[in-house]
């Protein structure tokens, strides 16, 4: 059996626990689902509520499209949508007051939440020990659990939270649910939600530290047989080494430099061990065999598994035959449009992830990052994968946190430059490489929605405008704070008239 047959027998094989063991489960409304004790009885139920978050995470509404490469992308200007007819422009033009950026707004909320809930379920039930879950079990789920919703209020916090400086912190933005329910709970403010992300980061690490295979053995992509996956497939769980590159993320969003250079710096070490490498960087001969992995697979940390990765990804945003209206791509052609202006270097394996063809008689360019260019059998596990968490952040991370500019270049900086091909790269101050960061993660980050929160980190006025070849264009800092949904402030509003009333 191959390799893309394993996975599929593995992977989801367990997630389809959600559809054969638990039906009754999924026939009721999510709110009444998580409360269902039943589920909880056995390990088998467990990991089909785990499952079944990992599973949801894929839909269009949340990490499937609009926090990977559809709305969050677009609003980082990487495509040329910013003409009222394109279905995208509400986002390139920030209008968060048109009907339907709200209704994305609350589909993004709500389905944020709702997952959250399903882990805060989970953990519930996990406790401090529990008698049907084997101690390795026990640490994974509860681990797994904590690192997702840690995750997933990051990145809340990351859209409707403020840009965190020191006068922002002390901002009420979103509330920090621990409890699987859905009565209203307070907003808090963005110091604080950032305190519950790193207890619960740390807490996860600390859980996993000890069980989690992917220590020794890296993402273990392949079937044991014995009809066992559980432990199997780690790229596309919340691993240990994902739960610490988020800590890296989360701490340098904090703007704590020294803590999340530690971690980053940490995390590349564990993974990059030259005598056995878990998650290295590509290099000429891994590509050379590998052309078709656009994702760069062997340094995922963390990923969905998306089946429907090319008719729901590929055909919907960036296939060239999509009418102008539709399709996400930089303006102009390769030789002259923005595809040309934003790689330095022609040689770079991200380069080549742009392709350009006839449709309609015009010449289009498009993303093939995601197209799907093996055979039905092929062993090629990463034709699924949609990345959210990747070493080379950490390498960037790294980079920007070094106090000594030449350790950055040496250590961090240019060891990624040449993992993608490119020419190494000089600076001689600290903006200067701050400018080389900078637009890396515009060539590293197409298609994965980091590239908006690393201008709103860094509070950028000016960044690429997507509607020319080379031109920037002015951003409000206002642009970068996402509104609380309509649902949330009337039910907040309800929820107040309320305690009134009592």
Same mark, same amino acid.
């Given at each position: 059996?191959?390799?893309?047959?394993?996975?599929?027998?593995?992977?989801?094989?367990?997630?389809?626990?959600?559809?054969?063991?638990?039906?009754?489960?999924?026939?009721?409304?999510?709110?009444?689902?998580?409360?269902?004790?039943?589920?909880?009885?056995?390990?088998?139920?467990?990991?089909?509520?785990?499952?079944?978050?990992?599973?949801?995470?894929?839909?269009?509404?949340?990490?499937?499209?609009?926090?990977?490469?559809?709305?969050?992308?677009?609003?980082?200007?990487?495509?040329?949508?910013?003409?009222?007819?394109?279905?995208?422009?509400?986002?390139?033009?920030?209008?968060?007051?048109?009907?339907?950026?709200?209704?994305?707004?609350?589909?993004?909320?709500?389905?944020?939440?709702?997952?959250?809930?399903?882990?805060?379920?989970?953990?519930?039930?996990?406790?401090?020990?529990?008698?049907?879950?084997?101690?390795?079990?026990?640490?994974?789920?509860?681990?797994?659990?904590?690192?997702?919703?840690?995750?997933?209020?990051?990145?809340?916090?990351?859209?409707?939270?403020?840009?965190?400086?020191?006068?922002?912190?002390?901002?009420?933005?979103?509330?920090?649910?621990?409890?699987?329910?859905?009565?209203?709970?307070?907003?808090?403010?963005?110091?604080?939600?950032?305190?519950?992300?790193?207890?619960?980061?740390?807490?996860?690490?600390?859980?996993?530290?000890?069980?989690?295979?992917?220590?020794?053995?890296?993402?273990?992509?392949?079937?044991?047989?014995?009809?066992?996956?559980?432990?199997?497939?780690?790229?596309?769980?919340?691993?240990?080494?994902?739960?610490?590159?988020?800590?890296?993320?989360?701490?340098?969003?904090?703007?704590?430099?020294?803590? +999340?250079? #530690? *971690?980053?710096?940490? $995390?590349?070490?564990?993974?990059?061990?030259?005598?056995? %490498? /878990?998650?290295?960087?590509?290099?000429?001969?891994?590509?050379?065999?590998?052309?078709?992995?656009?994702?760069?697979?062997?340094?995922?940390?963390?990923?969905?598994?998306?089946?429907?990765?090319?008719?729901?990804?590929?055909?919907?945003?960036?296939?060239?035959?999509?009418?102008?209206?539709?399709?996400?791509?930089?303006?102009?052609?390769?030789?002259?449009?923005?595809?040309?202006?934003?790689?330095?270097?022609?040689?770079?394996?991200?380069?080549?992830?742009?392709?350009?063809?006839?449709?309609?008689?015009?010449?289009?360019?498009?993303?093939?990052?995601?197209?799907?260019?093996?055979?039905?059998?092929?062993?090629?596990?990463?034709?699924?994968?949609?990345?959210?968490?990747?070493?080379?952040?950490?390498?960037?991370? +790294?980079? #920007? *946190?070094?106090?000594? $500019?030449?350790?950055?270049?040496?250590?961090?900086?240019? %060891? /990624?430059?040449?993992?993608?091909?490119?020419?190494?790269?000089?600076?001689?101050?600290?903006?200067?490489?701050?400018?080389?960061?900078?637009?890396?993660?515009?060539?590293?980050?197409?298609?994965?929605?980091?590239?908006?929160?690393?201008?709103?980190?860094?509070?950028?006025?000016?960044?690429?405008?997507?509607?020319?070849?080379?031109?920037?264009?002015?951003?409000?800092?206002?642009?970068?704070?996402?509104?609380?949904?309509?649902?949330?402030?009337?039910?907040?509003?309800?929820?107040?008239?309320?305690?009134?009333?009592?």
């Amino acid at each position: 059996m191959n390799m893309i047959r394993n996975i599929k027998l593995g992977l989801i094989a367990s997630v389809m626990l959600l559809f054969v063991s638990c039906n009754s489960w999924l026939e009721v409304d999510p709110d009444d689902r998580i409360m269902d004790n039943s589920l909880f009885k056995d390990r088998e139920g467990f990991l089909a509520a785990l499952n079944g978050v990992y599973s949801e995470m894929n839909t269009p509404s949340l990490y499937g499209a609009n926090l990977s490469m559809g709305m969050i992308d677009v609003m980082a200007q990487y495509y040329n949508c910013k003409f009222q007819e394109h279905n995208y422009s509400v986002y390139a033009n920030y209008s968060y007051a048109q009907k339907d950026f709200k209704s994305t707004l609350d589909k993004v909320w709500s389905g944020l939440y709702s997952m959250i809930a399903n882990c805060n379920a989970i953990l519930e039930h996990c406790g401090e020990g529990n008698a049907v879950l084997p101690d390795q079990y026990y640490r994974l789920i509860k681990g797994e659990a904590l690192g997702l919703r840690a995750m997933m209020h990051l990145d809340l916090l990351r859209m409707f939270g403020p840009i965190y400086t020191e006068e922002n912190k002390g901002v009420k933005c979103i509330p920090y649910m621990t409890r699987a329910d859905r009565v209203v709970q307070p907003l808090l403010s963005a110091d604080s939600v950032m305190y519950y992300i790193i207890k619960d980061l740390e807490s996860a690490s600390s859980l996993l530290s000890t069980v989690d295979p992917v220590i020794t053995d890296g993402p273990r992509n392949y079937d044991p047989g014995m009809n066992s996956s559980d432990l199997y497939y780690r790229q596309y769980r919340m691993n240990y080494f994902a739960v610490n590159a988020l800590m890296a993320r989360a701490y340098l969003w904090m703007g704590n430099t020294q803590r +999340a250079g #530690e *971690c980053a710096r940490t $995390v590349i070490e564990k993974v990059s061990n030259e005598d056995k %490498p /878990l998650f290295p960087l590509v290099d000429a001969d891994y590509m050379a065999k590998n052309l078709p992995d656009g994702v760069f697979s062997p340094e995922v940390l963390f990923s969905l598994y998306n089946t429907s990765r090319e008719s729901k990804v590929y055909k919907e945003f960036f296939d060239p035959t999509l009418s102008v209206v539709k399709i996400l791509t930089m303006t102009g052609n390769l030789t002259s449009g923005r595809v040309n202006t934003t790689y330095d270097d022609k040689d770079d394996y991200r380069y080549r992830m742009w392709a350009s063809t006839i449709s309609n008689s015009k010449e289009v360019t498009y993303l093939n990052k995601y197209i799907d260019e093996t055979e039905a059998d092929s062993a090629y596990h990463y034709r699924y994968m949609i990345p959210l968490v990747r070493v080379s952040e950490l390498y960037l991370i +790294a980079a #920007e *946190c070094e106090t000594d $500019v030449p350790t950055a270049l040496e250590k961090y900086f240019n %060891p /990624l430059r040449f993992s993608r091909n490119c020419v190494n790269q000089s600076a001689s101050t600290a903006e200067e490489m701050k400018s080389l960061i900078r637009a890396e993660y515009v060539r590293e980050f197409v298609g994965e929605g980091q590239l908006f929160f690393y201008y709103k980190r860094n509070g950028l006025q000016t960044i690429p405008d997507g509607a020319t070849a080379s031109g920037t264009m002015n951003v409000q800092l206002t642009d970068y704070v996402f509104p609380l949904p309509d649902s949330e402030t009337s039910q907040r509003a309800e929820s107040q008239d309320n305690v009134s009333q009592e």
